[in-house]
């Protein structure tokens, strides 16, 4: 089991910036490869936003190209979004994911970010 805990979210201006955290810790040794953001607005199907690999490859959707950037710190088992040039089409729950080697996919509770015009 892992464990995923958000941290970051919450209510900013357009053209503002928010940075979301997201740490993973488990009991067991687990291979995590990838970790990522997904984000869910009200009446939407959950989405990618962007997605980082265990050797440093990385995903975005074309919607936050160019104005987010997802890293990780490997040691700490953690990733961030850092998210710049908000808009209010960006408003929705943020959601941290975790796949390990053998495919199983490990979700945090969901940060809500509020972008108001």
């Known amino acids: 089991q892992v464990q995923l805990v958000e941290s970051g979210g919450g209510l900013v201006q357009a053209g503002g910036s928010l940075r979301l955290s997201c740490v993973a810790s488990?009991?067991?040794?687990?291979?995590?490869?990838?970790m990522g953001w997904y984000r869910q607005a009200p009446g939407k199907q959950r989405e990618l936003v962007a997605v980082?690999?265990?050797?440093?490859?990385?995903n975005y959707a074309d919607s936050v190209k160019g104005r987010f950037a997802i890293s990780r710190d490997y040691p700490k088992n953690t990733v961030y979004l850092q998210m710049n040039s908000l808009k209010p089409e960006d408003t929705a729950v943020y959601f941290c994911?975790?796949?390990?080697?053998?495919?199983?996919?490990?979700w945090g509770q969901g940060t809500q970010v509020t972008v108001s015009s």
């Open positions: 994911n975790a796949r390990t080697l053998n495919l199983v996919n490990y």
């Open positions: 980082i690999s265990s050797g440093g490859s990385t």
């Open positions: 488990s009991r067991n040794i687990v291979s995590i490869n990838v």
